[in-house]
């Protein structure tokens, strides 16, 4: 007895079919590399976006202890000028050298890009030294300095450069630090 085969199960899958394959695998394909674009790309705003959150309150943070540990707010130190783009703290004396001490914060322009930067001054007698400087890697729009009517209380105000998202308004972070350690 001679059996007989379907012609349809010895010839495999039609080429309709296949194609029908293929289709579904690019659009499951072609859904999976859309997610996890969207996903590194929500990763990677959300790391810069905590990046600037950290970078601002390191600065805030650094200004509060300057001018908690200052006892004046000065016209000059060596070049330095207090104005609205820089800002010089006396600190107390060095009482075994006799130097005078001061921070001072500057913003400073580079490539068309602003920066804010911390200098550590020594002073004794005509001579400047600057023992340390740091430079803050938060891009700026506008830095702003002021100091109380007294002289009690020193005010840096910025609005940071956001490159992620130009369009927007970024907003403006003002610290108001007394000096000396005096709540403002």
């Not at 959150?53 to 908690?68: D, L, V, Y």
């Amino acid at each position: 007895m001679r059996h007989k085969y379907n012609k349809r199960s010895q010839a495999g899958i039609s080429l309709i079919e296949m194609l029908a394959c293929l289709v579904v695998l690019a659009v499951v394909i072609n859904l999976g590399a859309t997610l996890y674009v969207s996903m590194h790309r929500m990763h990677r705003s959300g790391e810069k976006s905590m990046e600037l959150t950290t970078s601002i309150k390191n600065i805030q943070r650094e200004f509060r202890q300057a001018a908690a540990k200052s006892c004046a707010v000065r016209a000059a130190a060596g070049t330095f000028q207090t104005s609205s783009d820089c800002l010089v703290l006396e600190m107390t004396p060095d009482t075994e050298s006799g130097a005078k001490n001061f921070i001072v914060f500057q913003a400073a322009a580079d490539a068309g890009k602003l920066y804010l930067r911390k200098f550590e001054i020594s002073t004794k007698g005509n001579e400047h030294e600057i023992t340390g400087m740091k430079t803050y890697v938060l891009l700026m729009k506008e830095v702003n300095f002021t100091s109380g009517p007294n002289g009690g209380m020193a005010v840096i105000e910025f609005v940071a450069a956001d490159e992620e998202t130009p369009q927007r308004e970024a907003p403006r972070h003002k610290t108001i630090a007394a000096l000396g350690g005096i709540a403002a």
